[in-house]
């Protein structure tokens, strides 16, 4: 059996640089009232407002080249930056997905005129992405996918079903896996490629899935016969799994999976310092000590893709003990003082404590599933 590296990285001066000009912009976003701190906002909170001012100070492909409307900072500079998104519960739905997976999965697969045309959008705030991987039978065994392009004049028609996309009726386009040959049950990976889907074209319908705390964030997504461009294909035609298990690296590793309940730890603090309750904030103190090792493994992997490595099993880990660290907050909050969540309750600690229950039991879902997770170390670990 191997072992598991995960490199212990330093967030240099340099890097730290950006953190109090990104805190300070947001400190002064939420006094003019364009956002107040909510848990989970990476994914279900959504501004274009503060998309578009975070595009123009050069914080949305913040380490992509120049040319194509990024800014050449490294991964670690990012990585403070979406750090400090998610402290503050910032609303970043909108360019999160896009910024996160689609422009590296552009810059490494896309042609020049795809770069050329969408990373600049991109970066600018302008241009939204969605995820198009799950189909109603095809979660965890993604290879399942059914959703099928057939190629036609100048193109392909597409045709089947997408589910649980995150914020399709917002987005402008989807990178799609779908089926380009026929399954042949023996290499259930081959012949599957990634279209660049236009949600506006005709043929797709997208039809709301409504959560639990009844909001529309989710959707399924039908296409019928739509039309894509020949110019629309992602990389190499029979390369989509590879490409999207790359695409799967970059969803998975980033402190978006240890963060998402973070504004209610930070009120939690503040209450328990307000009671000067000392027994108490050592429960507290245990829980910011976890957050504090999650958080170093996590920027391990920051500086792993920094060097171009692709750390799909450290990802795989992190995700798993930072999904359970999320969801652990609004437990150890409840068993410390005494709450009445509800999202329209007038205290802040309630507001928060309701919006972390009703969101986890998607944490361990959202990119993969714990089991999932677990099955990748597993095997990762034992092959090595
Ligand atoms: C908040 C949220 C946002 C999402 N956004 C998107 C999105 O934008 N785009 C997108 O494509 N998808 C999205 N998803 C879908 C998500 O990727 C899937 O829910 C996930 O991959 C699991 O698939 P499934 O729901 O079909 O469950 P299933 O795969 O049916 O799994 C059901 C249960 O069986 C277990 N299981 C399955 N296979 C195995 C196995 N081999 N070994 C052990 N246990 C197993 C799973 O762990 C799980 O507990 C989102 C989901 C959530 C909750």
């Known amino acids: ?6 490199p212990v990285a330093h967030l240099s001066e340099k ?3 950006i953190r109090a000009e990104v805190r300070e912009f947001l400190t002064n976003e939420q006094d003019k009232g364009t956002f107040e701190p909510r848990c989970d906002q990476w994914l279900n909170g959504y501004s274009p407002e503060l998309t578009k001012k975070l595009g123009e100070k050069g914080w949305i492909g913040m380490t992509w ?6 800014h050449e900072r490294s991964a670690l500079e990012r990585y403070v930056l979406t750090e400090e998104l998610l402290a503050a519960g910032a609303p970043v739905g909108a360019q999160w997905i896009a910024d996160r997976q689609t422009g590296p999965l552009l810059l490494r697969y896309g042609t020049e005129e795809q770069r050329t045309e969408f990373l600049p959008k991109i970066a600018k705030g ?3 992405f969605a995820i198009g991987l799950s189909e109603p039978n095809a979660g965890s065994d993604l290879a399942a996918v059914r959703t099928k392009a057939v190629k036609t004049e100048g193109g392909w028609l597409l045709n089947g079903s997408k589910i649980w996309t995150s914020g399709a009726h917002h987005a402008h386009y989807m990178i799609t896996l779908c089926r380009t040959s026929p399954l042949d049950p023996e290499k259930r990976h081959a012949g599957m490629s990634q279209l660049l889907v236009d949600l506006s074209a005709p043929g797709v319908t997208i039809r709301p899935i409504y959560a639990m705390t009844g909001e529309h964030h989710f959707n399924e997504i039908i296409f019928e016969d739509v039309f894509i461009p020949e110019n629309r294909l992602v990389g190499e035609e029979g390369n989509g799994w590879k490409q999207s298990m790359t695409e799967l690296a970059y969803e998975r590793s980033g402190p978006e999976r240890i963060l998402s309940t973070f504004p209610l730890l930070q009120e939690l603090t503040y209450q328990i310092q307000q009671r000067g309750d000392a027994q108490l904030m050592t429960h507290v103190s245990m829980l910011v000590a976890r957050l ?6 996590s920027i391990g ?4 893709l920094e060097k171009g490595e692709t750390p799909d099993i450290a990802a795989a880990l992190v995700k798993d003990m930072g999904n359970k660290f999320e969801m652990q907050v609004a437990e150890i909050t409840r068993l410390l003082i005494p709450t009445s969540p509800s999202v ?7 507001r928060l404590m309701a919006e972390s229950i009703l969101q986890a ?15 990748i170390v597993a095997k990762g670990v034992i092959k090595k």
């Open 126 to 128: 302008e241009c939204y």
């Open 292 to 297: 504090w090792t999650l958080r170093q493994m």
């Open 65 to 70: 080249p120049k040319k194509y409307g990024g």
């Open 15 to 17: 890097t730290e640089l």
């Open 1 to 6: 059996m191997g072992s598991l590296q995960l």
């Open 361 to 375: 039991p998607g944490f361990t879902l959202r990119g993969g599933t714990t089991e999932v997770m677990r099955g």
């Open 344 to 350: 329209s309750a007038a205290s802040r600690l309630d």
């Open 301 to 304: 992997i920051a500086h792993m």
